[in-house]
């Protein structure tokens, strides 16, 4: 069964900085476009930041333009989400999925997600 497994979360400080990777097993998502999500304790799930299939496009939420940067290395089928100057409020379950497109990634394959605490 496909998977994607994230990894890289953890307890950081207010201002500090911390890098997520998604790496999908039982296939290669290279052709697939890539997001990432999050959820904080009662609130929806929300979109982060999306990334294209070979990396030309990229979205953000407008909360971490300037703060977080998506990116992928197709040759490790490896997507990342470097994080830096993080506010307590990013602190939450980061999810990743990857669709066909950056539209259907909703409806995609998602992971487990890993646990994002920023302390202020």
């Known amino acids: 069964q496909v998977q994607l497994v994230e990894s890289g979360g953890g307890l950081v400080q207010a201002g500090g900085s911390l890098r997520l990777s998604c790496a999908p097993s039982g296939r290669t998502f290279s052709s697939y476009a890539m997001g990432w999500f999050r959820q904080a304790p009662g609130k929806e799930r929300e979109f982060v930041a999306a990334i294209s299939w070979n990396g030309g496009s990229t979205y953000y939420t407008d909360s971490v333009k300037g703060r977080f940067t998506i990116s992928r290395d197709n040759a490790k089928n490896t997507v990342y989400l470097q994080m830096n100057s993080l506010k307590p409020e990013d602190t939450a379950v980061y999810y990743c999925?990857?669709?066909?497109?950056?539209?259907?990634?909703?409806?995609?394959?998602w992971g487990q997600g890993t646990q994002v605490t920023v302390s202020s």
């Open positions: 999925a990857a669709g066909s497109n950056t539209a259907t990634l909703p409806t995609g394959v």
